[in-house]
Each structure stands twice: as C-alpha cells, then as structure tokens.
C-alpha cells in the first residue's frame, strides 16, 4: 500500500535518448553532479524497484550531453531506502545503501538485492540522515539535489519534514519530491514541502504506468560494441578480478530488463567518462597520467603484464585504452542517430504522465541555474 516510484519518477524522467558528447581525457578540474536517491521499500514497492533497476542509466545519462566550466560533469549517485520493517527501528527505518559514488555497477548490484516489507515512512527521517551522512560538495556552483518519493503523508515521523528541507536548501541541496497519485492528496499529505522550502520541484505521476522504450536499428550493434568494450578493461589489485566479474553480472541483469531498454542505456553509459572504476581498471586508473606504478604489486597484474618493464605496461596500457576509445566513439555516434529515431518515433505514441519528461525538465531547469549547459554553442 505504500507505493511510490522513484525511479518512475527520477529515472523515468532522465528518459531522454541523450546525445552524447566524445570521451573526454580526465581533467585536472572535474565538475560533477550530486544525486542522493531515497526510496520508499515498504510493502507492495517490489514496482518501485523494478523502475529503480531498470532507470539508473537513464539517470546517470542525462548528463552525457550537458557542459559546465568546458567540461562534461560526472555524476555521484547516493542510494537509500526507507519505510522498510526489517530495518532498524532506532534508525527510524532509514538505511543508506550507497553513499555519493561513482561505482555504478555496485549502486546496480544493490539495488538488483533490494527487497520490500511493511513499514513506517518518515520522510523527514531519510532526508535528514542523507544530509547528514553523505559528502556533498561544498561548491555553490555544483548541482546538488535529493529526489524523494512517495505516497502517504510527507509529514509523518518525529523528524520535522520541513525542518529538514531547510536544511537541505541551507548547504545548497534542492529536495525534490514526487507524488504517487492525485494532486491534491499530494498537497494535503505535504508533499509541496521541498517547493515551497528547498527550491525543489513537487511532481505528480502515474506510478502504476510501465516506462516507455522504444526500440530503435542501432541497439543490435550498440550491444554487439558493448561486448567489445568489455574486453577492453584490465582488472589489478586485490578487488580487480571480482569488479571485473561484477560488470559482467550487471550487464546481464540490464539484458534481463531490456524491454524497458535498460541493456541499451547501460551500454550509453558505458561508452561515458560517467562509467569511470579507476579503482579496478588499469586504463581508467591511468587515463590522467597522474598513477603511480610503484604501489602496484607485481602479483596484482593480470598475468600479461607481469614480465613486462614499466615502458612496456604502459604502452600495454595505452593499447587497451585506444580500443577503448575508439568504440566509445563508435557507440556515441550511434547512440546520436538512435536519438533521432527515438524522437521521431515518441510523436506517435500517447504521453502518460510518467514524470519521463517532467523530471528530464526539472532537473535541467535545476542545472541551468548552476551554470550546466545542456545545448552545444
């Protein structure tokens, strides 16, 4: 009976095909995103789940063809749920799952371990713990929000929900919150609160309404250079080899939800500096020229590399990085002409008040005002 879809709404929104930008080099300075994704995991929410699953891409996506300072902003995604009755109750049903990261693969692999139970959602609560536990930028300029959903009452719990979203606003975090169900029981259960409080958007969806794909020519060969991406990634140190083998357990779970066209937007991601695991592959690790060759252990190598001198695991290194690059490249421009077929082909279908759209719109309207560019000069 608690359902709220977050996802729906925060993934379904970064719907949008998204033209990607090349690869860019890592730079010195990085500008960022900062997403912090609270969902309601009480009974019946096994939908809001399923939506979570399938959209992180598109979430981390909508981003690929923003700029800002002359550079494509990553994006750090925070995950946690609330409302369940197998969490602690000292804790006022409030668990993080992920804090600000940029492993993509292991916020999936939570949320693919995710379960729903019975519960007491306090919305003030989560958002509270959110913006005390997790590192967000002190930058005025970097786009720092919290998208919550849910649909009982936004007031419920000792934590006052308004409170919190002052809070919020005080260190620069606009809260948004999402409805699931009718407008106006929406405003009377206070779910305006992060409008009217934390420069936040109030959004309305049909949660019960299934995320629209469409299938476009180009996703056969998006997935055909996917798989030859993978072949590109060098696992070292102590963690390499069961990241490595975690990327290819996530793909497949994104296969398993493709008709929600999660493979394909995964895909997209991968071909972005989004998809960064510099903590496990060799070529992200070195792609700023700044790694340090003497903390690896010749026993964290793959064995290709063990006999090698240090110029020939570099020049091993930039091979793979090369390949890498160039079918990014390939699956970007793809991924622009299937934009293009997407949108032309979105005309002919009904709008369902999904939030795919709404969302897209909030979240670059939000972006603008920090200084994010979403159109090409």
Not at 269 to 280: D, I
Request: glycine share 8%; hydrophobic share 35%.
């Amino acid at each position: 009976m608690k359902r709220t879809h977050l996802l729906c709404l925060i993934v379904s929104s970064f719907i949008n095909p998204l033209l990607a930008h090349e690869l860019p080099s890592v730079p010195v300075k990085e500008s960022k995103v900062q997403l912090a994704i609270l969902l309601d995991t009480s009974g019946s929410m096994n939908g809001l789940i399923e939506q979570t699953k399938t959209q992180l891409w598109k979430v981390v996506n909508t981003f690929i063809e923003a700029e800002k300072d002359g550079q494509v902003p990553f994006v750090e995604v925070a995950l946690y749920e609330y409302g369940n009755s197998r969490l602690d109750s000292k804790a006022q049903w409030v668990r993080q799952i992920q804090p600000l990261t940029r492993d993509l693969d292991q916020v999936s692999e939570d949320l693919f371990g995710l379960t729903t139970s019975g519960g007491d959602e306090f919305c003030g609560a989560v958002i509270t713990r959110a913006m005390a536990d997790l590192k967000w930028d002190a930058s005025p300029q970097v786009y720092k929000a919290i998208f919550i959903a849910g649909n009982e009452s936004f007031n419920q719990g000792p934590v006052n929900p308004q409170k919190a979203c002052r809070e919020a606003i005080g260190k620069g975090v606009v809260v948004n919150t999402i409805h699931c169900g009718a407008e106006t029981v929406g405003l009377s259960g206070g779910w305006n609160t992060g409008q009217l409080l934390a420069e936040g958007s109030f959004l309305v969806i049909n949660h019960n309404a299934a995320v629209a794909h469409i299938p476009a020519p180009q996703d056969v060969q998006i997935m055909k250079l996917n798989e030859a991406i993978n072949g590109t990634y060098i696992p070292y140190g102590k963690s390499g080899a069961a990241k490595k083998h975690q990327q290819i357990i996530q793909d497949g779970n994104s296969v398993k939800k493709e008709k929600s066209g999660a493979h394909v937007n995964r895909a997209v991601t991968k071909a972005s500096g989004n998809y960064w695991n510099a903590s496990w592959d060799l070529c992200d690790a070195c792609h700023g020229g700044t790694f340090d060759w003497t903390k690896v252990k010749e026993a964290d190598l793959p064995e290709a590399m063990r006999k090698l001198d240090l110029e020939g695991r570099k020049k091993y290194v930039a091979s793979y990085q090369a390949k890498r690059t160039a079918l990014q490249k390939k699956i970007q421009d793809l991924n622009k002409a299937r934009a293009i077929f997407v949108a032309e082909k979105s005309k002919e279908t009904s709008k369902e008040s999904t939030l795919d759209v709404a969302i897209s719109k909030t979240v670059r309207e939000q972006a603008r005002e920090k200084g994010y560019q979403f159109e090409k000069k």
